[in-house]
């Protein structure tokens, strides 16, 4: 909740500091480029590693980031150094998270494995999904309603104390020994994962469709320019859009929690990447708020379809002593791909304007489904 209250909440400061949404896209390049370019590594230290021992310095680094950014956005640092300075420790700061999220985003998923029976497995991940968007929605909602009672830097107080409650939380997991004995030369063990995934055919189709879905459909990145020069509807509109998409995911993983797809997985798949794509180009279009809500609700649901389905393929699909690895992977396809569509949609919106961008976008998207229809057949024929 404090990590995805972070990102909204350093949207909206860059884009009051700056008014220029490109800046907004660098964010995302700046968390990017450290979590991508250290995922394959990381994934190898989480197979050979204690999982909650890995979780919990990873947690305390990220709260060591946020009182940075805490200090950061005083009166007094803006008095005494001016925004340049504030811009660069922000990015500065943010590469470091990216960083840290390298290493604590698989362990997450890694650590689920070996807390359940494999029988229970798909529940335990559909469960896992809800409660990262239940801390997303609040988090979302919740930094827009911070912003205009306590500002930036009161917000930033309420992310560090939610970190810290996350980190006493984790200390009541018990020690979970690796499974993996490092036998192999380094490179050779970290590139497993890979090699993996580019083998298992419907985990690659899932994970690539997500990964340009994501990147190309990254609407969200423009939602503090949506909320605040073409909505008209100021910091707690802002952050109800942002908690749109992610009010309808929830509502889908729940749903599909309660009754599991039993067949057709993959065309549903596919299905849903579509309208996700037709709901981004709605939202880029429209000028009224309760249509932009409605249309990034609608996609929420449709990409519930996708994290549901592309997760269990995941947990399934993966041996024991490569979950971290293969975990890696996926940060690196999925999760990675929101900060470098933030950038995409950050570049776009500088040289076409942010209506255009979002529309571009989302067709985009819709080409990435028909691609993948054509050239992917076990996707479509996908069932577990």
């Known amino acids: 909740m404090g990590l995805r209250m972070m990102g909204t909440l350093v949207a909206w400061w860059m884009y009051e500091l700056t008014g220029d949404a490109f800046y907004i896209g660098m964010i995302g390049l700046a968390e990017a480029i450290p979590a991508v370019g250290l995922s394959l590594y990381a994934g190898y230290i989480i197979d050979k590693s204690e999982k ?11 709260a060591v980031c946020v009182i940075i950014l805490l200090g950061v956005s005083t009166n007094w640092f803006h008095d005494e150094f001016g925004n340049k300075l504030i811009i660069v420790f922000v990015y500065t700061t943010i590469f470091f998270t990216g960083a840290i999220r390298a290493f604590s985003g698989p362990s997450f998923g890694a650590i689920i494995a070996s807390m359940v029976p494999r029988e229970l497995l798909i529940y335990a991940s559909q469960l896992s999904s809800t409660s990262w968007l239940v ?26 104390s939610l970190i810290l409650i996350g980190l006493f939380s984790l200390f009541k997991i018990k020690e979970k020994p690796a499974t993996f004995k490092a036998e192999k030369k380094t490179l ?60 309808g995911s929830i509502s889908m993983v729940i749903a599909l929690t309660i009754s599991p797809m039993k067949k057709r997985q993959g065309i549903k798949l596919l299905l849903a990447v579509a309208g996700f794509g037709i709901c981004i180009i709605i ?66 919106a500088k040289f076409m304007g942010a209506i255009p961008s979002v529309v571009f976008g989302g067709i985009m998207t819709l080409f990435i489904v028909v691609t993948t229809w054509i050239k992917a057949p076990s996707l479509k024929k996908l069932e577990y």
Do not use: C
Not at 138 to 159: C, E, R
Not at 293 to 308: I, Q, R, T, Y
């Open 135 to 160: 801390a997303s929605i609040t988090g979302h909602a919740m930094a827009g309603f911070l912003i205009v009672w306590l500002q930036v830097t009161g917000t930033f107080v309420v992310i560090l």
């Open 188 to 247: 050779e063990a970290v590139g497993e994962g890979l090699k993996y995934v580019f083998k298992t055919k419907e985990v690659l189709a899932a994970l690539s469709l997500d990964l340009f879905a994501v990147l190309f459909g990254g609407a969200v990145a423009m939602v503090p320019v949506y909320a605040k020069d073409i909505l008209h509807v100021g910091p707690i509109g802002f952050g109800w859009l942002n908690a749109a998409a992610d009010i």
């Open 283 to 348: 939202f880029g279009i429209s000028k009224w708020y309760w249509i932009s809500f409605v249309a990034l609700m609608v996609s929420g649901l449709l990409d519930g379809v996708s994290v549901v389905v592309r997760s269990n393929i995941i947990q399934l699909k993966t041996p024991d002593e490569l979950r971290g690895r293969v975990m890696s992977v996926n940060s690196m396809f999925i999760n990675s791909s929101n900060e470098i569509g933030q950038f995409e949609s950050g570049v776009a």
């Open 52 to 62: 909650r021992k890995l979780l919990l310095l990873t947690v305390i680094l990220y």
